[in-house]
């Protein structure tokens, strides 16, 4: 039963490429592919030449004295904005795409908690 070959396999897609099929994948590397090096060399550039070294520098200086807080002050978050945005554009170059999680019960204590098993070993996997 472990041999049978009458299983298909999930992964491997035996379906015929059409010269349709053809036209659309090419059309769309040769579309996609550029806007998103574009993209993705634009927000490294900025990440690495502008936002890393300044923000980092504004972080350390404006946090001092509010680690006692628990909340970064209003100019750090501000500061990490262009930063999260240039980190989503990494993302979206690479095929992720960001979708915002709004929450609308209205009693914020009324959460249910989230129990998670951690694997020991590669059978718990």
Same mark, same amino acid.
């Given at each position: 039963a472990?041999?049978d ?6 992964f491997?897609?035996e379906?015929p490429?059409t ?7 090419v ?5 996609l592919v550029?806007? +998103? ?6 927000a ?11 923000v980092?520098?504004m972080?350390?200086?404006? +946090?001092?004295g509010h680690e006692?807080?628990?909340q970064l002050?209003?100019?750090v978050?501000m ?5 999260r945005?240039a980190?989503r ?5 690479f095929?992720?795409?960001w979708i915002?999680?709004t929450d609308? +019960?209205k009693e914020?204590?009324q +959460?249910p908690?989230i ?8 059978m718990?996997v």
């Amino acid at each position: 039963a472990l041999l049978d070959n009458t299983v298909p396999n999930p992964f491997v897609n035996e379906y015929p490429w059409t010269l349709y099929a053809m036209l659309k994948a090419v059309l769309c590397f040769l579309v996609l592919v550029p806007i +998103r090096l574009v993209v993705l060399l634009f927000a490294c550039l900025v990440l690495i030449a502008v936002f890393l070294p300044l923000v980092n520098l504004m972080a350390w200086l404006l +946090r001092t004295g509010h680690e006692e807080a628990g909340q970064l002050p209003v100019i750090v978050e501000m500061l990490f904005a262009p930063l999260r945005l240039a980190l989503r554009m990494v993302l979206w170059s690479f095929g992720f795409w960001w979708i915002p999680v709004t929450d609308h +019960r209205k009693e914020k204590t009324q +959460r249910p908690k989230i129990l998670v098993a951690n694997h020991c070993s590669i059978m718990d996997v």
